[in-house]
């Protein structure tokens, strides 16, 4: 039966990576997997982290499983940092929170529930989104639609687009959007934009379903979940995916979590029973260290306070890099206008340039992106900011 099988083609991202790896360019440079690098080029453990994993490995004293929805004490920490422990989200217990592996795994339990008790039920995601969204849910058995999201000739949110394309969603479907740092683009809706999508979801009866990986990455762990809570309110439902790979380093821990906040305490309940068997049929119940880690640190004051510290090290360096590089362009006699790109929030942007440019810095620069133009600015440093520069000014160079 296996001998007829043929070769998949590697994975659009990750791929990248491997390629990346045996390349012998003394110069290469990695700006396709979504891993944040400091300014040395490395992927770092938190100190809270090793702290708060210090503390767990001294006292533990068993390896017994999870139960099936994770720990209690990890969901509560997770609702507290998405919601504010006193939202009455968290007070009126209408949230059940289950421990997932990565953010991944808390969008295809999103997607095995939703198959599985809504089966008519499409999702709708953005026009560009993170290119392992369509192939979640299609493999969850989902049926997946677009909304329009990016306008390329100003490199910007196209919003009345989108506000129009939600307004002709039906009730009952789901739209998938993206809390923060919206994953190609780096472009997110205003505090007010958001007010209006939660209304358009309110009038029209579709549930949000929030991707919620790199919070604390954009402009602060407050402002970054304004579009969350703008959906929060009183009755609503809603659904939310969280990671910690970006915001904790713990990348290849997979921690991550799935929030449904319903419309009262009792639907709530049947909301934990009904994904519970989801779970069990799929990964049957969580790992437990990361989640452990991440509890830790939410838990304790010092630990706290230290990790929050770490992130905005993290959002500084990232926001810096932006500016450095539309700086260091203009500086290499390139003409076109990148501003936009300091403009931009988290790990990502759209850099504009075209898949025939793409390839061309690959194969002659070793330098590696996505054939979309996106590129991770978490891999920009200081050391390979000129070489990265001047490559670029040479491919948009005419011929």
């Excluded at 507290?80 to 953010?103: D, I, Y």
């Excluded at 004051?301 to 929050?308: A, D, K």
Aim: glycine content about 10%.
């Amino acid at each position: 039966m296996f001998e007829t099988l043929e070769v998949a083609p590697a994975d659009p991202i990750l791929g990248l990576t491997a390629a990346y790896n045996q390349d012998t360019n003394p110069d290469r440079i990695n700006l396709g997997v979504g891993v944040y690098k400091d300014g040395d080029g490395n992927t770092p453990v938190f100190n809270s982290v090793q702290r708060a994993e210090a503390r767990i490995l001294d006292r533990q004293n068993t390896k017994d499983y999870l139960p099936i929805s994770g720990a209690p004490e990890y969901a509560a920490a997770v609702q507290a940092l998405l919601f504010g422990p006193e939202h009455e989200v968290v007070t009126g217990k209408r949230a059940a929170t289950f421990h997932a592996p990565g953010g991944t795994g808390g969008l295809r339990v999103a997607g095995d529930f939703v198959h599985k008790l809504f089966p008519q039920a499409r999702i709708c995601l953005s026009e560009p989104t993170w290119a392992n969204h369509p192939n979640i849910y299609k493999h969850a058995g989902v049926a997946v639609e677009t909304y329009p999201y990016f306008r390329k000739e100003t490199n910007d949110l196209d919003f009345a687009a989108m506000r129009d394309a939600l307004n002709s969603v039906p009730e009952g479907d789901i739209v998938l959007l993206h809390g923060c740092c919206h994953n190609p683009t780096g472009i997110d809706p205003t505090p007010e934009q958001w007010a209006q999508i939660a209304e358009v979801a309110g009038a029209r009866g579709w549930i949000p379903l929030v991707d919620f990986a790199y919070h604390g990455l954009g402009d602060g762990l407050e402002q970054d979940r304004r579009g969350l809570l703008a959906f929060c309110r009183t009755g609503a439902e809603l659904m939310v995916s969280s990671s910690f790979s970006k915001n904790f380093g713990l990348y290849n821990e997979r921690v991550g979590a799935l929030t449904l906040v319903a419309s009262s305490p009792e639907a709530a309940g049947a909301l934990m029973s009904q994904v519970m068997i989801c779970i069990r049929a799929n990964y049957s119940n969580p790992p437990a260290h990361g989640a452990a880690i991440v509890t830790e640190v939410l838990n304790d004051s010092g630990l706290r306070q230290q990790w929050e510290g770490e992130v905005t090290e993290m959002r500084n360096r990232i926001n810096s890099m932006r500016a450095l590089f539309v700086d260091t362009l203009e500086r290499k006699g390139v003409r076109r206008d990148f501003s936009f790109i300091a403009r931009q929030r988290g790990m990502f942007s759209f850099s504009g340039l075209t898949g025939q440019q793409v390839d061309a810095l690959r194969e002659e620069n070793a330098i590696y992106m996505v054939g979309s133009g996106r590129i991770n600015v978490a891999g920009i440093t200081e050391a390979n900011i000129d070489y990265l520069c001047e490559s670029i000014a040479a491919v948009l160079r005419p011929s």
